[in-house]
């Protein structure tokens, strides 16, 4: 089983003076993921995270210069690179796939055909950079589909666009293929308690002959239900349709208290508390660094019983700081949301606290065995 991590915000970390430590060291953290056994970097990839005026729409400014530029110093310590295009200029998940800015105009047959020619153009940039991909993720978090309103499933209002979505997809996937034949595609839902989604979704991909070799989940247990509704629903979709597992997103919170003070609210994440206090939580730890590191021990444990082929943990290194946000006012108004906090809010779930210090979760992210049932 591989380990790997989300980091697209590390640069903007270091540029920002963050700082690191193991106790009282101070520590390369990527340096020392690695000795944990990490073998792989996931690296997020917007189109123009820019506003008008030019100014970044922050939370990582994932563009392709900061990929470029974090993927040779992954590969300079070993790592191998999973690229998540998102297709989008910002965050795309499930309550958002909007198109980016200069493609707004386009129409189906164009918006596929800008699909195939940005990928295998920013691929092609890539390669000559001397970068060798290892997976490749379509889209992120698609399980509503990409590039709204042309691109979206709709279950609601029971708009099942998967003709169009498939067309999307292939455009991505046959361009990667192109570029790096020898790299894994992934397709990354979340609703990972789901089956029925997961099986319409993998069904109408087969239907459509959309070719991958990843079913990539998100697992965060606040909202995606219990250890057994996930691992049952990946193994049923790993018998029929023969894909490889990744949890391609995991991680859990060590505090639900702020890392500032005079706020109105103590916690970090508010969802994280209003899911818990409707009884939503798939798993029962305490929210302290005891708590997260007995989740991932015991994550990490059922991934291996259940032949998940890798596990990557989401942002450990988003630590708070001068200016780390989760956006921008300009990056809010492209994603149509007015969500007044910007600062980050995911910084209770790193694998590093508040002034840096490594969590004990930290140590139980690792690369593990199990010897007659035991983890070791």
């Known amino acids: 089983?591989?380990?790997?991590?989300?980091?697209?915000?590390?640069?903007?970390?270091?540029?920002?003076?963050?700082?690191?430590?193991?106790?009282?060291?101070?520590?390369?953290?990527?340096?020392?993921?690695?000795?944990?056994?990490?073998?792989?970097?996931?690296?997020?990839?917007?189109?123009?995270?820019?506003?008008?005026?030019?100014?970044?729409?922050?939370?990582?400014?994932?563009?392709?210069?900061?990929?470029?530029?974090?993927?040779?110093?992954?590969?300079?310590?070993?790592?191998n690179i999973l690229l998540d295009f998102h297709y989008s200029d910002f965050w795309a998940d499930p309550g958002k796939q909007f198109i980016p800015k200069d493609w707004v105009n386009l129409s189906k047959e164009e918006l596929i055909t800008k699909v195939y020619d940005y990928t295998f153009e920013t691929l092609n940039v890539i390669k000559a950079s001397g970068i060798e991909i290892s997976m490749i993720q379509i889209g992120n978090e698609i399980t509503n589909g990409i590039l709204w309103p042309i691109g979206k499933i709709d279950r609601i209002n029971h708009i099942y666009n998967y003709e169009t979505l498939a067309s999307l997809l292939k455009a991505g996937l046959k361009a990667s293929s192109v570029v790096f034949p020898n790299a894994l595609k992934m397709l990354h839902l979340e609703k990972s308690y789901d089956h029925e989604v997961y099986d319409e979704f993998f069904s109408n991909m087969e239907k459509y002959n959309v070719e991958y070799e990843i079913i990539g989940a998100s697992y965060y247990p606040y909202w995606h239900g219990t250890f057994k509704?996930?691992?049952?629903?990946?193994?049923?979709?790993?018998?029929?349709?023969?894909?490889?597992?990744?949890?391609?997103?995991?991680?859990?919170?060590?505090?639900?208290?702020?890392?500032?003070?005079?706020?109105?609210?103590?916690?970090?994440?508010?969802?994280?508390?209003?899911?818990?206090?409707?009884?939503?939580?798939?798993?029962?730890?305490?929210?302290?660094?005891?708590?997260?590191?007995?989740?991932i021990k015991d994550f990490l444990k059922e991934c291996l019983n259940n032949n998940i082929y890798g596990v990557f943990y989401w942002e450990p290194l988003w630590i708070p700081g001068n200016d780390i946000c989760f956006a921008s006012n300009g990056a809010m108004k492209y994603i149509h949301e007015d969500k007044q906090i910007l600062r980050n809010e995911w910084s209770n779930q790193c694998l590093f606290d508040y002034e840096g210090k490594k969590t004990k979760g930290f140590d139980e992210f690792k690369m593990i065995k199990i010897v007659n049932g035991e983890r070791n």
């Not at 073998?39 to 990582?60: F, H, Q, T």
Request: some cysteine; charged content about 30%; overall charge negative.
């Open 229 to 295: 509704e996930l691992f049952d629903n990946l193994k049923k979709c790993e018998k029929k349709y023969k894909k490889k597992i990744v949890i391609a997103e995991v991680s859990y919170a060590f505090t639900l208290d702020d890392y500032e003070e005079g706020e109105n609210s103590l916690v970090i994440n508010p969802k994280v508390i209003e899911e818990c206090n409707k009884n939503k939580m798939g798993v029962n730890y305490p929210f302290t660094q005891d708590g997260q590191k007995e989740f």
């Open 1 to 79: 089983m591989y380990l790997g991590v989300d980091v697209s915000t590390y640069l903007e970390e270091i540029e920002k003076n963050a700082h690191y430590y193991d106790g009282k060291k101070e520590v390369n953290p990527l340096e020392l993921l690695r000795s944990n056994g990490v073998d792989y970097m996931r690296i997020r990839l917007w189109v123009n995270p820019y506003d008008e005026s030019g100014a970044s729409y922050k939370a990582g400014n994932c563009d392709l210069n900061n990929f470029l530029k974090l993927s040779k110093l992954a590969l300079n310590l070993g790592y």
